[in-house]
């Protein structure tokens, strides 16, 4: 069974800085193609945030570009986002997303990040 565990949101003021990672487990590494962050805020759809594929090809919503940053390790399985600048828009729940050479999507839970002073 695909597990997907995401930690490290929080509150934080706007200006700083958070990281969040997200383990995939009950998956071979090497079937895993895409990982990424996907985003959802109340009231609105959920958007891309930003995304990485296996060889390491990024790709970031324009609202991010620059304050943000994806990375993946392959040998944990994990993917990684690096938040900075934040502002209080960016407040959502972020999900963790994968993408196998099957096609099959699994999400994980969602991880609260709150931008506020």
């Known amino acids: 069974q695909v597990q997907l565990v995401e930690s490290g949101g929080g509150l934080v003021q706007p200006g700083g800085s958070l990281s969040l990672s997200c383990a995939a487990s009950?998956?071979?590494?090497?079937?895993?193609?895409?990982m990424g962050w996907y985003r959802q805020a109340p009231g609105k759809q959920r958007e891309l945030v930003a995304g990485?594929?296996?060889?390491?090809?990024?790709n970031y919503a324009d609202s991010v570009k620059g304050r943000f940053t994806v990375s993946r390790d392959n040998a944990k399985n994990t993917v990684y986002l690096q938040m900075n600048s934040l502002k209080p828009e960016d407040t959502a729940v972020y999900y963790c997303?994968?993408?196998?050479?099957?096609?099959?999507?699994?999400w994980g839970q969602g991880t609260q990040v709150t931008v506020s002073s």
């Open positions: 990485i594929s296996d060889v390491g090809r990024t």
């Open positions: 997303n994968v993408v196998t050479r099957y096609s099959r999507v699994y």
């Open positions: 009950g998956i071979f590494s090497i079937n895993v193609m895409v």
